[in-house]
């Protein structure tokens, strides 16, 4: 249901009948709504299969740049995804702390791999992993859907270059 949701809102927005997420997901839609209370439930439900995905790919020991691209590839559809529902989730106070959640996760995942880094002198010793976290989003953004995987290795890696030299210590 989470697969098919997240198609879903990617191809045809957050405001698609949540039938059709059911219908691909080949479910009724009393399944569906007994799994997921509401839209924004299901939305919640796709970022963080997509924070759990990303943890796989942190690894501590790994260049900070090496680690960062593979986050930043493996979370573009993510980004593109977030993006384009982002202006039509209704967030009430609940779902806006899950939404944090999701990111103070993230940074939280984060925190030995910035350590490593700034022990190895990858990065300047006051860089948290919520810069970290803000990093992989705005080098996510620039990835265009029809980029090809060189195109997106190529910006993020100038983009990458660009702000990790502003990252290291002088």
């Not at 890696?157 to 990790?164: C, Q």
Request: with cysteine; charged share 25%.
């Amino acid at each position: 249901m989470i697969a098919a949701a997240a198609d879903c809102f990617a191809e045809q927005g957050y405001r698609v009948p949540l039938e059709e997420v059911a219908d691909r997901a080949k479910v009724g839609r009393a399944t569906l709504y007994r799994n997921f209370k509401d839209r924004e439930a299901l939305a919640l439900a796709i970022f963080s299969r997509e924070v759990d995905r990303m943890a796989a790919l942190i690894d501590p020991t790994a260049p900070i740049g090496r680690t960062l691209t593979q986050m930043i590839l493996s979370g573009a559809r993510a980004s593109t995804l977030f993006a384009r529902i982002s202006s039509e989730l209704n967030l009430d106070e609940e779902n806006t702390a899950a939404f944090k959640a999701l990111g103070a996760r993230l940074a939280d995942m984060l925190l030995p791999t910035v350590a490593a880094a700034i022990s190895r002198g990858e990065l300047r010793g006051d860089v948290t992993a919520q810069q970290l976290v803000t990093t992989i989003r705005m080098i996510g953004g620039l990835l265009l859907p029809h980029l090809s995987e060189q195109e997106k290795s190529e910006q993020i890696a100038g983009a990458l270059d660009m702000l990790l030299r502003g990252l290291r210590p002088r």
